[in-house]
Structures are given as structure tokens and as C-alpha cells.
């Protein structure tokens, strides 16, 4: 970025988390989704990236604006954060967190235990149960631990479940299926006041898999293990929610003490979308929050990425993509404009 021009870039983005600035990326003359969330008591807001939010000023004056929390996409992982055992770079990591506290956004840790991003030294290790569990606490206790106070919420152990069964990934195969609650007992012990998620894809309706999930937290539960909340993924095609079935599961999850998370909502279509495509993303926006907001236990909704130019869809579904709320420019498309309209209702009975 040429000289003097850092200042600039900060200038807009300090003006367009006020307010002004119409030429701010993405600026609509309606209320930021994050006054309406507020009103009702929620939280709204995205996976986001360190390095976009400190070199794209569009980029961060929208997040600024617009959301009250924001999930590291990659920067909390373990692989991302530490390549050798015991050594960590928090750099960007901590940037991100100094942007969220000065806009007065919650950080939504994503995430301790994991079976992909892991740094290789574990990948290819080979270790025994009681080594396995000694590198597990060493990591939570080193990253839950330097985010202490400023981590609202941890997607503790995330997709532990392969369809309706435990995964066999290498955390279940060193240390056995108590490698879960291990985690969250840990988590619980370096960070008693963060909210502990488990986290998953392919369970937001009720199927094979949500009920074995279902039935592994509410034996979690029921024996004290500090697990406070499920994240619902949402990786989803329109239509893929069935919206009653989607209800039921949260409120089944709500009954067992649990709070709502929908944690990496994003909506793929096949590119380039038609508008009829766009229609049904925006429809498919709005029902799975409209079904949030009816569930008692419903804490935050976050979509994975907020902008069509910076999501992972793309390079996962080929010819798929525009899955986002904003557009490539950061325009709001019919999607926000959704989304918008359900917290306008809700915040104003
Ligand atoms: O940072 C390196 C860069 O240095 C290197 O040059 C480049 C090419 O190899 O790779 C970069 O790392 C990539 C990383 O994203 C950051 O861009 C990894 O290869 C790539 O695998 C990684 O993909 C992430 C993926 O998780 C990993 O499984 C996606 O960005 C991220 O959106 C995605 O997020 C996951 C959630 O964590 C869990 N739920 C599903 C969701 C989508 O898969």
C-alpha cells in the first residue's frame, strides 16, 4: 500500500463504522444488522480473516459496521497458530482481536481440537494415549489460556462426528472417544467464563447424524461435562434445510439446556446465479434465521465469510459459489437485504 495512504485506509474505515461515508463499501442507508441484533438480545456475524481486516479497508469497514461477532476463519487454528510443539505466533491472531474489541464485536473462537490444520509434527507423530493427552492440554491450555477475557465463545471440539458415528480421526484413535469431554474439561479449567460449542456440519435437520449427537451431548450433559452450546454449521444448497425439521432439532438441543449457535452459514449456488437462484438463496437466508429466532435458547448467527470475494466455496464446489450476504464489491445483495428484514420484525415487537 503506497506511503500515507495507511492512514486514509483507516480514516474510512473509522468513518464507515460510524456511519458515514457513503462511498464506504457496502454502506446502506438502513440500520447495520448489528443494532437490529442488538435490540433483540443476539449476535450477528462472520468468519473473518487478520490479515483482510488489517489490508482491505472495505473489507473491515463492513465487518466494523455491520456485525457484533466475528469468527477467525483460519487464524485460531492450531496448524496456523503453532507449526512446532510449545511455540506460538499470536500475531495475527491478535490483531484480529484488537479490531474486534475496538469495534465492540465478541470473538468466537474457532477452534481447540480438530482433525485437519493440525501442524505436522502430529500428523505424523506416533504417540501413546497419555501423550496424545498431555499435547491436547498443553495446546488448549496455551491458546484458551492467551485469549483468556477476550474469546466470548470456543467451538471447542469441532465435526467430531463422520454421518452417525464418532469420526475415527487421530484424536478418537490415540486417546479414545473421552478425547471430547477431555477437551472441554480442559477449556472449562484454563477458561471458566468462555462458552464452550461443540460444533458440526450436516446436523441441522434431524437425521441419523443429529440424533447421534443429540444422544452424545445429552449423556455429556447429564454427567457434568461443561459443554454450553451447539453450533450448527450450515454448509447448506438452498432447500437443503427442511425448515420444520430444522426447528424441532433446535429446540430438542434447546430442551437439553444447550444455546443455538449457526455458526458458518453460507449458501452455495451454481455460478453465475440467476435471479430466480438469488430469490431462493435470500428465501433460504431468512427461514433458517426466522426458525433462530423463534428458538428460546438461540444465541448467534454467523455466516462463513460475509463477502462473494473472499469464500471457501468456490474452491471446494467447483462451479459453485455466491454464497455470501455481500457481493464481490460488498454490496449488499438479497440475501442481507433478507436477513435485514427478519431483525427489523423481530426487534421491533
Ligand atoms: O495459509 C496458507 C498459505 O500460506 C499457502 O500458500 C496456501 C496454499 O497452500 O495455503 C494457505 O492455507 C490455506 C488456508 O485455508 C488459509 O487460506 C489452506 O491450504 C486451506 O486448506 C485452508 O482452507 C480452510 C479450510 O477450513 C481447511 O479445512 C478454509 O479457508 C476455511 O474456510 C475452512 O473452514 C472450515 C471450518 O474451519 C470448519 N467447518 C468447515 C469450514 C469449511 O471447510
Not at 466475528?70 to 500475531?91: I, M, Q
Not at 434445510?241 to 455458526?263: H, M
Not at 428465501?283 to 438461540?298: H, K
Not at 440475501?335 to 431483525?343: D, N, P, Q, S, V
Request: hydrophobic share 45%; net charge negative.
Amino acid at each position: 500500500m503506497p506511503e500515507g495512504t495507511g492512514i486514509i485506509a483507516v480514516l474510512i474505515v473509522e468513518l464507515a463504522a460510524l456511519g458515514f461515508g457513503a462511498s464506504a463499501a457496502g454502506q446502506d442507508a438502513r440500520a447495520p444488522l448489528r443494532e437490529l441484533a442488538k435490540k433483540r438480545g443476539v449476535l450477528i456475524g462472520a468468519a473473518v480473516g487478520g490479515r483482510l481486516l488489517a489490508r482491505d479497508p472495505d473489507y473491515a469497514a463492513v465487518v466494523a459496521r455491520e456485525f457484533n461477532v466475528v469468527t477467525p476463519e483460519n487464524d485460531f487454528k492450531w496448524g496456523p497458530l503453532s507449526r512446532e510443539r510449545g511455540k506460538y505466533d499470536f500475531t495475527i491472531a491478535d490483531a484480529l482481536v484488537a479490531f474486534a474489541a475496538k469495534h465492540g464485536i465478541a470473538v468466537h473462537g474457532h477452534t481447540l481440537v480438530w482433525h485437519s490444520q493440525l501442524p505436522k509434527w502430529i500428523e505424523e507423530g506416533t504417540f501413546t494415549r497419555e501423550e496424545m493427552l498431555a499435547i491436547l492440554r498443553e495446546h488448549i491450555t496455551a491458546v484458551a489460556g492467551h485469549f483468556r477475557g477476550r474469546v466470548a465463545m470456543w467451538d471447542v471440539v469441532n465435526e467430531a462426528f463422520e454421518d452417525a458415528a464418532l469420526r475415527q480421526n487421530l484424536w478418537n484413535k490415540g486417546i479414545g472417544p473421552d478425547y471430547v469431554e477431555q477437551g472441554f474439561g480442559i477449556a472449562h479449567e484454563v477458561d471458566p467464563k468462555a462458552r464452550l460449542l461443540y460444533n458440526d456440519y450436516g446436523a441441522e435437520n434431524v437425521n441419523p447424524k443429529s440424533d447421534a449427537i443429540y444422544a452424545f451431548l445429552k449423556d455429556a450433559v447429564q454427567r457434568g461435562v461443561p459443554i454450553h452450546g451447539i453450533g450448527f454449521q450450515a454448509h447448506v444448497v438452498p432447500g437443503e434445510i427442511d425448515v420444520a425439521s430444522f426447528k424441532r432439532n433446535l429446540r430438542r438441543f434447546g430442551e437439553l439446556g444447550l444455546e443455538i449457535y449457526v455458526t458458518e452459514l453460507d449458501v452455495r449456488l451454481k455460478d453465475p446465479p440467476t435471479d430466480a437462484d438469488l430469490k431462493r438463496q435470500a428465501d433460504t437466508y431468512r427461514e433458517i434465521l426466522d426458525a433462530c429466532l423463534a428458538e428460546p435458547a438461540f444465541k448467534a448467527f454467523q455466516t462463513w465469510g460475509f463477502t462473494d470475494r473472499r469464500s471457501w466455496i468456490p474452491g471446494h464446489y467447483k462451479g459453485m459459489g455466491s454464497a455470501l450476504i455481500f457481493d464481490a464489491d460488498y454490496r449488499p445483495k438479497g440475501a442481507y437485504r433478507a436477513l435485514h428484514e427478519c431483525l427489523e420484525r423481530a426487534a421491533a415487537k
